[in-house]
Each structure stands twice: as C-alpha cells, then as structure tokens.
C-alpha cells in the first residue's frame, strides 16, 4: 500500500517536471528562431523614360517590386542606393510603407538599439571594439574618461605602430557633444571604418595612417545619446543633475577657454539649453577629451554637430576675428570646395560667431586659444530645421559621411605636410598652459 | 474590458525639480503599475487580506497564486472580479527626469472587469480555468504646452498604456487527508505602449516618437498546502524565473508640412524581460470559530532579474526582497428577512519593500473587506491603501474590488 502511494506521487512529480521542461523547451525554440538579416530599403521613383533608362544602365538589374502609373518600386540594399544616387536618380524612400515580413536589424552590429541604423552607445562600443579588434596593427581602442553615468568614453587612435606613441602629428575628430545631433556620431565613426578599412587599398588612406596619429572619438555624450534615444529625442546636454534640481550641462559651452565670458555665448542658468556647468571642465566628458588633447601633439581638430551644414572656425565668443583668420578661412573654404564634388551640397564657411551666434566654452575656441591650431565645428546637413533639424533621414548617414570623408582626408593632408614637431601640452607642463590661457584671458 | 482614465495635466517646460538621473527605479518603463511584486491576481478578497492568497481558498482566483487550493473549493465555483486602480508616480518616462516638471505626484486610475474563473472538483482532482489582468503599465498621460497671444507654439503629450492578461489553467490532486498537490499553466499576452508627440503648430513641424511591444509569456506555478491540524495549516507556492517575450517597435517621425519633409526611422527587436523566481510561504490558524489569522511571506529573487530593450542588455540595480503579509478574518451569520446570511470581515497589513538598490522604497499597506454570503452566491469587496516611503516622493496607491462568486 505505501509503495503504491510512493509510485504516485512519483508519478506526479514526473508529470509535474515533464511539463515544466517542456514549456521551457517551447520558449528556447521560439527564442532561437531570431537571425541576423541584411539590411534593405524599399524606394519608389518617378516612371519618367529618363529613370527608366538610368535603372536600364546599371549593370546588375534592380529588383523591382511593383509598379504603379505614377512610379516604379524597388527593393535595394545600401550599396544599391549609393550608386543611385550617384547616377542622380531622385528616389523617395518608401519602407515604412510596407510592414516588414521579418524583423529588421541594424547591418553593422548585433544590437538594435531602437534608433534604426543610428548607433546607440553600446552598438558603438561593440563595433569599435570589433574594429581594433579586427585591424590591430593600426587601430587601437582606448577608454579616455567615464560619463557622469559611469558609460565609457571611447577613443580610436589610428596609425601605423599603433601602440608606439610616435613624434607624428595628431589629429582629433570629435563627435556627438550634443545628445539629438545623432548624425555626428556616424560621421566620425565611418571615418574611423573607413581609414582601417582601405588602409591596405589605398595608397592615399595608407599615407596618411602611416604618417599620422588619427584620433577618433565619435560619442563624447554617452549619456545624454542614451537619453535621448529611450525618453526624449530632442535632449541636448550632458545628464549632470544640477543644483537647482533641472539636469544638463551644455557640454560645447563648458571647455575652458573663455569660459562664461559673457551670458550671451552660454548661461549661467541651469536649467537653459546652453548652460555652461559651475566651471570650466566640471564635468568628466569635457576633460576627458581635454585630458586626451593635452597628451598629444595634435594639428587640427573638427568637431561634428548638425544641423546647418557649415563650418565654422574660431572664434565663437567674439566677432573679433582670430590671427590666423585668413588661414582657417582657406582651409574651411577647401573643404566646403571638396564636400560640393561629392554629392553637391554645399557647406557654408566662416567664423563662427558670425556666421551663427555667440558661443563661449566651446571646443574649438579652446582648442584654438589654447594650442593655436586649426580647430573647426562642422555642423552637418541638414540645412535648416524644415528639412528636418536634427533628424536625418537613415539613407542620408552615407552620403553624408562621403562628402565629410573628403574633407577631412585633406584636412590630415594639410596638417602632415605643415607639421614641426612641437612638444604636447602634457600634464607636466601644466603651469605654462595656466599662463598661457591668462594671457588670452587679458586680450 | 477595461476602461482607461486619462489624466490631462498642464505642466511646466523647464526648470524641473526631481532627484537621480536617468535611473527611474519605481516606475521604469516595464515595471508593473503600484508595485514591482506581482504574485498573480488578486481579487477583491485578496486585496482586503493584504494580498494573501496562498493559504485561503475562498475562490477559484486562488489558481493563479495556490493551485493546490481549488481542490479545497466546493464541486462547482466561478467567480467575475471588477478593480479600481489608483496610484501615485513623480519620476516616469521624460517626466521629472529632464524635460517635463510636474511639481506634484501626478495620478493614474485604472477601471476594468479584470478577472473571471471557473473551478470543478471531481473526488480528488480538482481542475479549473481562469483569465485576469494581472499587470498594468499605464502611466498619467502629460501634456504641456506653450501659449503666447492665444496662439500655441510648441506642445508635448506623452502617454504609456499597457497590460498583461494571462489564462491559467490548473490542476490539484488531494494526497492523503492532509497534502494537496497543484500545478498551474499560466499564458500571458499583453502589450504596452508609450508615445511622445512634439508639434510646433506655427511652424507645422511634428515628431512622434512611439515605442510599442506585444508581450508572450508562459510559465508554470506549483502549489502544495498541509493541514497540520484541523485549525492549522500551511501552504507554499513556487513560480521559478519566466521569461516574458517582447517583440519591441520603435518608430520615430519627423514632418514638416511646409516643405513636405518627411523622416522615419524605425527599429524592431525580439526583447525579453525575465521575471524573477518567487516562492511564498503562507499559514493560517484558527483562533476559534470565529476568528482565523494568516500570514505569508514571499521572496522574490529580483537580483536575477534582466531585460534587453531593443536587444540590449539593460541593467537595473536591484536586489532580493521579502514581502510579508499579516491578515485577521472574522466569521460569522446572521438571519435576515427569513434568510441566513454568512459575513466575514478582514483585515490586513502589508509590508511590500520595491526591489531597487537605491532609493530603498517600501509601501506599506492596510488593506480591508467583507464577504457577504447568501445561499450559493457570495459578493466580496476589498480595498487597500498602500503609503511608499523612501524615494523621497510620498508615493501612494489605492485598490479596491468587488467580486462575485457562487458556489454549488
């Protein structure tokens, strides 16, 4: 009798088991059934005989989709689109119009992120990580400061002996110092992909490598991206909580050169869009990039935002023009020159605080001020806020980076041929470079 | 179903006044509306209890917390459930962390027929299947907006809505006189849904920003209760770590009319949120005829828990808690208009500590009702009061419930 009532309950144990293993296998099958796809755009053009005969040229047919009286849909994949646009074909991007038949992931990385094919700070730090990974000879990974929120801030230092700090000249591309500017995160960092990339191919790319230090840091803002991906898309500073209760600092208002020299180039109010933070480099992000500025012997800088398509050099704090006026003015003028070859668009140039507003604190006037070198913001396409500010639309990231490749492969150029060797403003050095900034603050 | 209150609240843009940074902790976009410990459904004599139900069997809602416990209901029981919601948030969405200040708790309320059961007993199998909301996400819509000369230049509403309902079905097997066994299936589905509009009227330029995801889940729930003695009797109930499936969309718009701009950029992702093993240890002794006190007690292994939000890893900073429940029942019968009537009033106190790591928060909660029976038909009523200390934000939340049960 009592070996009946074991033989039962082991009975319902089993039964109770069995059920949960296979209830747990269900789950495992349907978590498993998820892979990567390539990446694809459905765009629609006018059917004009001209587009007909421009989609009749290309040596591998388009995969048409459909067609209406008006216009010809076509499935296509980036490189597809690169060379339509190039061909001049004007094309609209119709995707969302047709409810995706599998789930659409990011080509680049593994993660998705929730902004398309934008990346969020851990799809970045995945791909650059994979990067210096995959190209250790001439690309390093390095941490260069934490965010307020403890995120990495990532640098990519690109040259030949990568792990030798060599008397070459360096040059810093900044990105994302703004959390809604998304496009100046892709900007540097398809720069960084690129040069590792054809640095075998092309003689040119190879040149530069091998004869400079090219430093890369495409999220200066971990925090603030975050925010403004999950919460708020239209969030700019960084995610100091301040003393006043709001949050942010204004991270292009807080670098040290004439700091809060007036309250028209930045605010002393916490709660502003420019407020300029309770010091100059009181938060981690600026004197992470500072701290990194100071070790090398850098040339020239730029540093991405958007949206105006300009580019602008010192100074921003006065209208007062800087003495090496007429040499900024030439080298922005030869890059707005070699931008308008690529696709066309043209970037307007000249010192910032004429050609948009007063700033004080931000990046390039203290590059300037502080090493005298060329140090421009370049703030990307689009032109105004009714072509969509500080949104860019994802097919716009490539051509974007395309036109700025050019321009920044001439400013390294420049900056190698131009080069004597001067000893970086390292931390030793400390007391000169506070001397140094005093006398700029007397003038 | 379910009937959604929406709150309209004029706030401020800028300057805001809220503590912590991007950490919400209390309401983080996944986190059940009121409290983090969800321990199945509760109906309204649960919610007078102090949310015991793993000791009780008063109604076949008790599957979804006790399967063991409907092999203790009568041959035939059903049960339809109705709930009032109501709670306090501060720090939610864009809300108080950066971009919108309310200088108050703002209010959300919740009104919906959220559970209905059926249970059958046959010798000493008893079977029985259930359906109820068991988790809200909704928050308190927001909307702001910036008028000058009658005219609005900018506004901003945001809004969260979305819930998870599960159907259970479950199994109990009387062991003996004194061990019933039970096991539960439990499917869920639900969705949740949050969405932030900007317009600058005047400049016809809009942006939408809308995450939204459908949510599949299956898990199992264990059950077991002893009768001690004829007055005294445990139970113990098991839910090990689930994994609530999320098939996550984001859908980001920028337009403007004047030029005919218009940008989408849209993502999906396969996401998960893995819900923490639970295990809840009740007792129930009876006084004497009258009078039956219980308690329970409920670990949740919140320091396992993990989501990824469009297939990242997320991290939450939380550790283990216990919740404890202390509740008192008063029996007894009347006669009125030629007819006998049974009463039982409760009363209860629960301590439910939030699984964050910082700010500590804990709501503690008085929570009272009556059961009115009369022949087959009973009708509960339960409400609850629960006050959070330690965020700092006085949060607060209210339920309260009316079921119906008959039993034959």
């Not at chain 2, 509760?42 to 416990?69: K, Q």
């Not at chain 2, 409400?383 to 959070?388: C, R, V």
Request: glycine share 6%.
């Amino acid at each position: 009798m009592k070996d009946r009532a074991e033989i039962k309950i082991k009975f319902y144990l089993a039964l109770i088991f069995s059920s949960f293993f296979l209830i747990r296998a269900s789950c495992l099958w349907s978590l498993s059934s998820d892979s990567n796809w390539p990446q694809i755009e459905i765009i629609s053009l006018e059917k004009t005989p001209a587009n007909l005969a421009l989609l009749a040229s290309f040596s591998e047919p388009p995969d048409f989709l459909l067609e209406t009286i008006e216009r010809i849909y076509l499935v296509a994949r980036p490189q597809e689109l690169t060379s339509f646009q190039s061909a001049g074909l004007v094309y609209r991007l119709e995707t969302s119009l047709f409810p995706p038949a599998r789930p659409r992931m990011n080509e680049l990385s593994l993660a998705s992120g929730g902004n398309g094919a934008y990346h969020s700070y851990q799809e970045l730090a995945t791909e650059m990580k994979n990067l210096a990974e995959k190209f250790p000879f001439i690309c390093r990974l390095e941490e260069i400061g934490r965010s307020l929120e403890g995120r990495s801030i990532l640098a990519l230092k690109i040259s030949d002996r990568v792990e030798l700090d060599e008397a070459e000249p360096a040059f810093l591309f900044l990105g994302c110092h703004h959390a809604r500017e998304w496009i100046s995160v892709e900007v540097p960092f398809y720069l960084a992909r690129y040069l590792v990339e054809n640095y075998s191919q092309q003689p040119l790319i190879q040149k530069l490598v091998n004869e400079a230090q090219i430093w890369i840091v495409p999220l200066v803002n971990p925090d603030g991206l975050e925010y403004s991906i999950k919460f708020y898309r239209y969030w700019r500073k960084n995610r100091r909580l301040n003393s006043d209760g709001s949050f942010g600092v204004d991270l292009n208002r807080n670098y040290g050169f004439k700091w809060g020299v007036d309250n028209r180039g930045s605010s002393p109010n916490p709660a502003s869009e420019t407020y300029r933070g309770p010091a100059p480099f009181s938060e981690p992000e600026t004197r992470a990039v500072r701290d990194l500025f100071l070790k090398y012997p850098f040339q020239a800088l730029i540093s991405y935002h958007s949206y105006s398509q300009v580019i602008l050099f010192p100074w921003g704090y006065t209208r007062t023009p800087p003495d090496k006026y007429q040499l900024l003015f030439n080298l922005a003028r030869k890059m707005s020159d070699l931008m308008v070859t690529v696709h066309g668009r043209r970037y307007d140039y000249g010192q910032a605080s004429t050609m948009l507003y007063l700033t004080n604190g931000d990046t390039t006037d203290w590059a300037y001020g502080l090493a005298g070198i060329p140090a421009f913001t370049i703030e990307l396409p689009p032109v105004d806020i009714f072509q969509g500010g500080f949104f860019n639309a994802e097919s716009d990231i490539q051509p974007i980076f395309e036109e700025n490749l050019k321009a920044a492969l001439d400013l390294i150029q420049w900056g190698i041929s131009n080069y004597h060797y001067v000893a970086p403003l390292t931390r030793n050095n400390k007391d000169s470079i506070i001397s140094f900034i005093r006398k700029n603050k007397k003038r | 179903m379910r009937k959604r209150s929406w709150l309209m609240l004029f706030l401020l843009l800028f300057p805001c006044l809220s503590p912590a940074q991007m950490i919400i902790g209390q309401y983080e976009e996944e986190a059940p509306l009121r409290t983090w410990n969800i321990t199945g459904f509760i109906p309204a004599s649960g919610i007078g209890r102090a949310e015991i139900m793993t000791i009780v069997a008063d109604s076949p809602a008790v599957a979804f917390n006790n399967p063991s416990l409907i092999a203790s209901l009568p041959r035939v029981s059903f049960y339809f459930n109705g709930s009032i919601n109501r709670a306090s948030l501060l720090r939610f969405g864009p809300v108080n962390t950066g971009v919108l200040k309310s200088s108050q708790n703002l209010w959300i309320r919740t009104v919906a027929l959220d559970g209905a059961g059926l249970a059958l007993k046959a010798g000493n199998w008893a079977l029985s299947f259930g359906a109820a909301i068991t988790e809200y996400y909704d928050r308190p819509s927001v909307l702001a907006e910036s008028v000058s000369g009658g005219k609005t230049n900018y506004k901003i509403n945001f809004s969260q809505e979305g819930f998870l309902r599960s159907y259970n079905l479950a199994l109990a097997r009387k062991l003996g006189q004194k061990l019933t066994i039970g096991l539960a299936l439990n499917l869920s589905q639900g969705h949740m849904e949050r969405k932030t509009e900007e317009s600058w009227p005047l400049s016809q330029i809009s942006i939408q920003d809308k995450k939204d995801g459908s949510l599949k889940d299956q898990y199992v729930r264990f059950g077991l209760m002893a009768d001690i003695t004829r007055s005294f009797k445990i139970a113990f109930a098991l839910e090990p770590a689930h994994r609530l499936e999320k098939e996550s969309h984001s859908f980001l718009e920028y337009s403007a009319a004047t030029t005919g701009t218009k940008i989408m950029i849209e993502d999906r992702a396969s996401d998960f949120i893995q819900k923490p093993f639970q295990l809840s240890l009740a007792g129930s002794y009876f006084l004497n005829q009258q009078w039956l006190v219980c308690a329970e007690v409920t670990f949740f292994n919140w320091s396992k828990y993990k989501l990824t939000w469009f297939s990242e890893q997320e991290t939450r900073n939380f550790r283990d808690v216990f919740r404890l429940a202390l509740a008192a029942e008063n029996l007894t019968s009347f006669r009125l208009f030629h007819q006998s009537f049974s009463l039982t009033t409760r009363l209860g106190l629960l301590v439910d500590p939030q699984p964050m790591k910082a700010p500590r928060s804990t709501y503690y909660s008085l929570g009272s009702g009556f059961s009115l029976g009369w022949k087959w038909f009973r009708l509960d009523f339960g409400a609850s009061w629960g006050k959070e200390k330690g965020s700092g934000s006085s949060l607060q939340s209210f339920r309260s419930a009316l079921a119906l049960n008959s039993f034959f």
